[in-house]
Protein backbone atom coordinates (compact mmCIF):
# COMPACT_ATOMS: atom_id res chain seq x y z
CA UNK A 1 0.00 0.00 0.00
CA UNK A 2 2.78 2.27 1.24
CA UNK A 3 4.54 1.83 -2.54
CA UNK A 4 1.82 2.26 -4.62
CA UNK A 5 1.40 6.00 -2.74
CA UNK A 6 4.87 6.13 -3.62
CA UNK A 7 4.23 5.52 -7.29
CA UNK A 8 1.21 8.05 -7.48
CA UNK A 9 3.18 10.74 -6.20
CA UNK A 10 7.36 9.32 -7.07
CA UNK A 11 9.28 12.43 -6.86
CA UNK A 12 7.40 13.02 -3.51
CA UNK A 13 10.09 11.78 -1.23
CA UNK A 14 7.78 11.11 1.37
CA UNK A 15 5.70 8.68 0.70
CA UNK A 16 8.79 6.61 -0.27
CA UNK A 17 10.44 7.30 2.95
CA UNK A 18 7.32 6.08 4.64
CA UNK A 19 7.39 3.05 2.48
CA UNK A 20 10.95 1.85 2.97
CA UNK A 21 10.97 2.48 6.86
CA UNK A 22 8.16 0.64 7.31
CA UNK A 23 9.95 -2.41 5.21
CA UNK A 24 13.24 -1.66 7.28
CA UNK A 25 11.40 -2.52 10.50
CA UNK A 26 9.62 -5.60 8.64
CA UNK A 27 12.77 -6.92 7.92
CA UNK A 28 14.74 -6.43 11.02
CA UNK A 29 11.88 -8.25 12.67
CA UNK A 30 11.46 -11.46 10.50
CA UNK A 31 14.85 -11.31 9.65
CA UNK A 32 15.59 -13.36 6.07
CA UNK A 33 18.22 -12.78 3.30
CA UNK A 34 15.32 -13.29 0.62
CA UNK A 35 13.54 -9.89 2.39
CA UNK A 36 17.02 -8.08 2.42
CA UNK A 37 17.21 -8.70 -1.21
CA UNK A 38 13.95 -7.42 -2.01
CA UNK A 39 15.00 -4.30 0.74
CA UNK A 40 17.73 -3.09 -1.69
CA UNK A 41 15.86 -3.76 -5.17
CA UNK A 42 13.37 -2.05 -3.41
CA UNK A 43 15.45 0.88 -2.21
CA UNK A 44 16.65 1.32 -5.53
CA UNK A 45 13.53 1.90 -6.83
CA UNK A 46 12.84 4.46 -4.74
CA UNK A 47 15.93 6.02 -5.22
CA UNK A 48 15.64 6.28 -9.45
CA UNK A 49 12.04 8.18 -8.41
CA UNK A 50 13.09 10.75 -6.55
CA UNK A 51 15.03 14.10 -7.59
CA UNK A 52 18.81 13.32 -7.43
CA UNK A 53 19.45 16.37 -5.20
CA UNK A 54 16.78 15.14 -2.44
CA UNK A 55 17.90 14.97 0.96
CA UNK A 56 16.54 11.83 1.23
CA UNK A 57 18.93 10.37 -1.04
CA UNK A 58 21.36 9.84 1.55
CA UNK A 59 19.05 7.61 3.63
CA UNK A 60 17.84 5.40 0.28
CA UNK A 61 21.67 4.96 -0.28
CA UNK A 62 22.05 3.76 3.10
CA UNK A 63 19.24 0.88 2.65
CA UNK A 64 20.15 -0.21 -0.52
CA UNK A 65 24.06 -0.95 1.13
CA UNK A 66 21.95 -2.64 4.05
CA UNK A 67 19.92 -4.34 2.00
CA UNK A 68 23.35 -6.50 0.41
CA UNK A 69 25.39 -6.46 4.11
CA UNK A 70 22.12 -7.82 6.20
CA UNK A 71 22.37 -10.46 3.93
CA UNK A 72 25.58 -12.42 5.96
CA UNK A 73 25.37 -15.73 4.84
CA UNK A 74 24.89 -15.14 1.17
CA UNK A 75 26.44 -12.01 0.44
CA UNK A 76 29.32 -12.31 -1.93
CA UNK A 77 32.57 -10.08 -1.71
CA UNK A 78 31.81 -7.83 -5.05
CA UNK A 79 28.38 -7.36 -3.21
CA UNK A 80 30.39 -6.31 -0.32
CA UNK A 81 32.61 -3.75 -1.79
CA UNK A 82 29.90 -2.22 -3.07
CA UNK A 83 28.19 -1.97 -0.78
CA UNK A 84 30.89 -0.43 1.63
CA UNK A 85 31.52 1.96 -1.10
CA UNK A 86 27.92 3.45 -0.67
CA UNK A 87 28.06 3.52 2.98
CA UNK A 88 31.79 5.45 2.82
CA UNK A 89 30.08 8.05 0.58
CA UNK A 90 27.20 8.04 2.82
CA UNK A 91 29.34 9.23 6.01
CA UNK A 92 31.33 11.36 4.17
CA UNK A 93 27.91 13.36 3.02
CA UNK A 94 26.82 13.35 6.57
CA UNK A 95 29.73 12.13 9.33
CA UNK A 96 26.97 11.94 11.99
CA UNK A 97 24.66 9.73 10.54
CA UNK A 98 25.41 6.94 13.30
CA UNK A 99 23.35 4.40 11.99
CA UNK A 100 25.36 4.49 8.79
CA UNK A 101 28.57 4.09 10.55
CA UNK A 102 27.18 1.10 12.65
CA UNK A 103 26.49 -0.67 9.19
CA UNK A 104 29.81 0.10 7.89
CA UNK A 105 31.73 -0.62 10.88
CA UNK A 106 29.68 -4.10 11.26
CA UNK A 107 30.23 -4.54 7.53
CA UNK A 108 33.65 -4.86 7.96
CA UNK A 109 33.98 -6.79 10.95
CA UNK A 110 31.99 -9.63 9.61
CA UNK A 111 34.02 -9.72 6.82
CA UNK A 112 37.32 -10.04 8.43
CA UNK A 113 36.00 -12.78 10.50
CA UNK A 114 34.94 -14.60 7.76
CA UNK A 115 38.25 -14.09 6.00
CA UNK A 116 39.78 -15.67 9.68
CA UNK A 117 37.34 -18.69 8.97
CA UNK A 118 38.51 -18.83 5.79
CA UNK A 119 42.01 -19.13 6.93
CA UNK A 120 43.04 -16.48 4.53
CA UNK A 121 44.95 -14.83 7.55
CA UNK A 122 46.60 -11.98 6.00
CA UNK A 123 43.58 -10.70 4.02
CA UNK A 124 41.83 -10.62 7.68
CA UNK A 125 44.19 -8.60 9.09
CA UNK A 126 44.18 -5.91 7.05
CA UNK A 127 40.50 -6.20 7.12
CA UNK A 128 40.96 -5.63 11.14
CA UNK A 129 43.40 -2.91 10.36
CA UNK A 130 40.70 -1.17 7.64
CA UNK A 131 37.77 -1.87 10.75
CA UNK A 132 39.77 -0.27 13.23
CA UNK A 133 40.91 3.21 11.09
CA UNK A 134 37.12 3.22 10.75
CA UNK A 135 36.05 2.73 13.97
CA UNK A 136 38.55 5.25 14.93
CA UNK A 137 37.00 7.61 11.90
CA UNK A 138 33.66 7.31 13.52
CA UNK A 139 34.82 8.36 17.11
CA UNK A 140 35.95 11.25 15.94
CA UNK A 141 33.17 12.06 13.26
CA UNK A 142 30.59 11.56 16.17
CA UNK A 143 32.29 11.08 19.66
CA UNK A 144 28.63 11.38 21.05
CA UNK A 145 27.56 8.36 19.01
CA UNK A 146 26.72 3.95 19.81
CA UNK A 147 28.55 3.03 16.53
CA UNK A 148 32.36 3.42 17.31
CA UNK A 149 31.32 2.29 20.78
CA UNK A 150 29.45 -0.54 19.42
CA UNK A 151 32.60 -1.82 17.04
CA UNK A 152 35.34 -0.95 19.55
CA UNK A 153 33.64 -3.41 21.97
CA UNK A 154 33.07 -6.19 19.05
CA UNK A 155 36.18 -6.19 18.33
CA UNK A 156 38.01 -6.63 21.62
CA UNK A 157 35.45 -9.66 22.09
CA UNK A 158 36.87 -10.95 19.23
CA UNK A 159 40.43 -10.32 20.50
CA UNK A 160 40.18 -11.90 23.52
CA UNK A 161 38.31 -14.88 22.27
CA UNK A 162 41.09 -15.32 20.45
CA UNK A 163 42.97 -14.79 23.32
CA UNK A 164 45.47 -12.34 21.13
CA UNK A 165 48.03 -10.48 23.56
CA UNK A 166 47.48 -7.21 25.91
CA UNK A 167 43.29 -7.54 25.96
CA UNK A 168 41.94 -9.01 29.17
CA UNK A 169 38.19 -9.48 30.41
CA UNK A 170 38.11 -6.60 32.19
CA UNK A 171 39.42 -4.23 29.88
CA UNK A 172 36.22 -5.48 27.81
CA UNK A 173 34.05 -5.10 30.27
CA UNK A 174 35.18 -1.46 31.43
CA UNK A 175 34.09 -1.29 27.21
CA UNK A 176 30.79 -2.70 27.80
CA UNK A 177 30.69 -0.53 30.78
CA UNK A 178 30.64 3.06 29.65
CA UNK A 179 27.83 1.87 26.91
CA UNK A 180 25.29 1.74 29.71
CA UNK A 181 25.59 5.80 29.28
CA UNK A 182 23.96 4.91 26.08
CA UNK A 183 20.93 3.72 27.67
CA UNK A 184 18.74 6.97 26.76
CA UNK A 185 19.14 7.17 23.29
CA UNK A 186 18.86 3.73 22.44
CA UNK A 187 15.41 3.02 24.01
CA UNK A 188 14.47 6.00 21.53
CA UNK A 189 14.58 3.10 18.71
CA UNK A 190 13.94 -0.77 18.65
CA UNK A 191 17.51 -0.92 16.38
CA UNK A 192 19.27 1.08 19.11
CA UNK A 193 17.75 -1.21 22.34
CA UNK A 194 18.47 -4.62 20.40
CA UNK A 195 22.28 -3.43 19.37
CA UNK A 196 22.85 -2.49 23.19
CA UNK A 197 21.12 -5.51 24.72
CA UNK A 198 22.99 -7.54 22.50
CA UNK A 199 25.90 -5.90 23.64
CA UNK A 200 25.28 -6.11 27.07
CA UNK A 201 24.72 -9.69 26.96
CA UNK A 202 28.02 -10.54 25.82
CA UNK A 203 29.06 -9.85 29.39
CA UNK A 204 29.54 -12.43 31.87
CA UNK A 205 27.56 -13.15 35.15
CA UNK A 206 24.04 -12.55 36.13
CA UNK A 207 24.61 -8.46 36.32
CA UNK A 208 24.62 -8.16 32.68
CA UNK A 209 21.53 -10.01 32.41
CA UNK A 210 20.07 -7.83 34.65
CA UNK A 211 20.93 -4.69 33.42
CA UNK A 212 19.73 -6.02 29.56
CA UNK A 213 16.32 -6.65 31.12
CA UNK A 214 16.30 -3.26 32.59
CA UNK A 215 16.84 -1.48 29.45
CA UNK A 216 13.77 -4.13 27.47
CA UNK A 217 11.77 -2.73 30.59
CA UNK A 218 12.56 0.39 29.98
CA UNK A 219 11.72 0.24 26.38
CA UNK A 220 8.83 -1.45 27.01
CA UNK A 221 7.90 1.76 29.54
CA UNK A 222 8.83 3.99 26.65
CA UNK A 223 6.94 2.46 23.65
CA UNK A 224 4.56 0.00 25.11
CA UNK A 225 3.11 -0.83 21.73
CA UNK A 226 6.78 -2.34 20.91
CA UNK A 227 5.81 -6.17 20.86
CA UNK A 228 9.23 -7.13 20.23
CA UNK A 229 10.65 -5.95 23.07
CA UNK A 230 7.85 -7.00 24.91
CA UNK A 231 8.62 -10.92 24.20
CA UNK A 232 11.80 -10.62 24.33
CA UNK A 233 11.79 -8.79 27.99
CA UNK A 234 9.24 -11.65 29.47
CA UNK A 235 11.67 -14.27 27.93
CA UNK A 236 14.48 -12.52 29.44
CA UNK A 237 13.78 -11.63 32.83
CA UNK A 238 12.22 -14.94 33.20
CA UNK A 239 15.76 -15.87 34.17
CA UNK A 240 16.48 -12.99 36.49
CA UNK A 241 13.04 -11.36 37.46
CA UNK A 242 10.31 -13.95 38.18
CA UNK A 243 7.69 -10.90 38.97
CA UNK A 244 8.80 -8.77 36.23
CA UNK A 245 8.18 -11.41 33.64
CA UNK A 246 4.88 -12.21 34.70
CA UNK A 247 3.47 -9.05 35.02
CA UNK A 248 4.52 -8.18 31.59
CA UNK A 249 3.25 -11.23 30.19
CA UNK A 250 0.16 -10.44 31.71
CA UNK A 251 -0.21 -7.04 30.50
CA UNK A 252 0.65 -8.32 27.45
CA UNK A 253 -2.15 -10.64 27.50
CA UNK A 254 -4.80 -7.83 28.48
CA UNK A 255 -3.66 -5.17 25.85
CA UNK A 256 -6.35 -4.63 22.97
CA UNK A 257 -5.75 -5.51 19.56
CA UNK A 258 -3.19 -3.01 18.00
CA UNK A 259 -4.45 -1.21 14.79
CA UNK A 260 -2.45 -2.59 11.70
CA UNK A 261 1.44 -2.55 11.88
CA UNK A 262 4.35 -4.46 12.06
CA UNK A 263 3.61 -4.48 16.08
CA UNK A 264 -0.16 -6.03 14.94
CA UNK A 265 1.46 -8.82 13.36
CA UNK A 266 4.08 -9.86 16.54
CA UNK A 267 1.23 -9.40 18.98
CA UNK A 268 -0.22 -12.69 18.41
CA UNK A 269 4.06 -14.35 19.09
CA UNK A 270 3.64 -11.80 22.61
CA UNK A 271 0.72 -13.28 24.07
CA UNK A 272 2.27 -16.75 22.89
CA UNK A 273 5.13 -16.07 24.83
CA UNK A 274 3.24 -14.67 27.57
CA UNK A 275 0.74 -17.60 27.81
CA UNK A 276 3.25 -19.77 27.99
CA UNK A 277 5.58 -17.71 30.06
CA UNK A 278 3.34 -17.76 33.19
CA UNK A 279 1.83 -21.27 32.56
CA UNK A 280 5.11 -22.65 32.83
CA UNK A 281 5.76 -20.13 35.93
CA UNK A 282 2.57 -21.24 37.63
CA UNK A 283 3.72 -25.25 36.79
CA UNK A 284 6.89 -24.87 38.58
CA UNK A 285 5.40 -23.42 41.40
CA UNK A 286 2.11 -25.89 41.69
CA UNK A 287 5.25 -28.71 41.22
CA UNK A 288 7.41 -27.01 44.23
CA UNK A 289 4.48 -26.55 46.59
CA UNK A 290 3.74 -30.79 45.83
CA UNK A 291 7.24 -31.85 45.77
CA UNK A 292 9.70 -28.98 47.96
CA UNK A 293 12.48 -30.76 47.17
CA UNK A 294 12.35 -30.17 43.10
Same mark, same amino acid.
Given at each position: MRFQRGRATPS??????????TLYDRNVAFNSDALWREFS? !? =??? $????????????????RWKAIGFTRRSTTITEAERSQAETWLREVVDKDPKFDAAWSDLIRSQLEAAQRLLTDNRVVDARKRFTELDATIEAARKANPDGAAWRLGRLERLSGQLARKEPGI?? !? =??? $??????LAQEDKAIQSRDGTFQLALALLGGKGLEWQQRV???????????????LARRVLILAAAEVDRDLADRVAEETIKMPNLPVSLDSLVQ???????????????????VAEKDPTR
Open positions: DPGPWMRAMES !E =AEQ $AAERVPAEAPEQIRFKTP !E =AVD $AVRTELVKLLADRVTAQPNDMDEARSTAITGLFNARFAKF
